[in-house]
């Protein structure tokens, strides 16, 4: 399965079986965060049994079930792009796993540092976690009835993007896939531009969940459209 096709076929799963995912897959998603925290700067973390500490996580840990494993979403708390990062890595990874055929799922909100088992230091923040883990093939009633609360409809397709000009079928291919990202806080605040031949990802408001959710439409779009963005909010985009 290739990350496009992981993009397509991607959705948050929140009830995980009560098995330990197979060596040969964490070994697979250990490279991979490593790979990325040396592009990065981040220090993103697999914490393999963070069942207890997922518990303090706030409100949402009633949403879900099974939790053994999560990837924790670390970085510099002085890096000016760190939710934007954790963000796309972050995404990176969950299309990682999503080829693996794991389940995941981007849990936003506020944590209680004592209580996740990360090293932590006292110049970095945990900007959000991943959960990650096996996963039924499809989703039975609970986890249905749970997405249909806290899934957001589907946004338009001519509502992510403005343009000034007709635009090529790569560029809607890239927003197709902005369309299919999950975010951090249920939301979908990212819109791409294309005027004056130019290309940028950009939010309206620029909260740290909002530069999240930046950085995971930034990567999808990459994907299916070839290129790279900038870093930043009103990033420009180079296709490759």
């Not at 220090?43 to 996580?57: K, L, P």
């Not at 990837?71 to 890595?89: C, F, N, Q, R």
């Not at 969950?94 to 909100?109: I, K, N, P, S």
């Amino acid at each position: 399965m290739t990350f496009l096709e992981a993009i397509e076929k991607r959705i948050s799963r929140r009830s995980y079986l009560d098995t330990p995912i197979d060596t040969e897959k964490l070994i697979k998603i250990k490279e991979a965060i490593d790979k990325y925290n040396a592009v990065s700067g981040l220090s993103i973390q697999f914490v393999e049994d963070g069942s207890r500490a997922f518990q303090g996580f706030g409100k949402s840990y009633g949403m879900f079930s099974g939790v053994r494993s999560f990837i924790a979403l670390v970085g510099k708390t002085s890096d000016p792009d760190l939710y934007e990062k954790a963000g796309y890595y972050g995404e990176l990874l969950v299309l990682e796993a999503t080829t693996l055929r794991l389940g995941t799922c981007f849990v936003g909100g506020t944590y209680d540092k004592q209580r996740c088992p990360c090293s932590l230091m006292d110049d970095e923040t945990l900007t959000c976690v991943v959960t990650i883990g096996n996963v039924e093939d499809t989703p039975g009633y609970k986890e249905r009835m749970i997405r249909r609360m806290t899934h957001i409809r589907k946004v338009r397709l001519d509502n992510l993007y403005e343009a000034d000009q007709e635009v090529p079928s790569w560029f809607l291919d890239g927003v197709r896939a902005v369309q299919a990202a999950p975010s951090a806080v249920n939301r979908h605040p990212v819109k791409i531009s294309y005027k004056s031949g130019k290309i940028a990802a950009y939010v309206d408001n620029t909260k740290d969940s909002d530069l999240m959710d930046l950085g995971i439409a930034k990567a999808n779009f990459e994907i299916a459209a070839g290129g790279r963005f900038e870093y930043g909010n009103h990033g420009e985009f180079t296709r490759s």
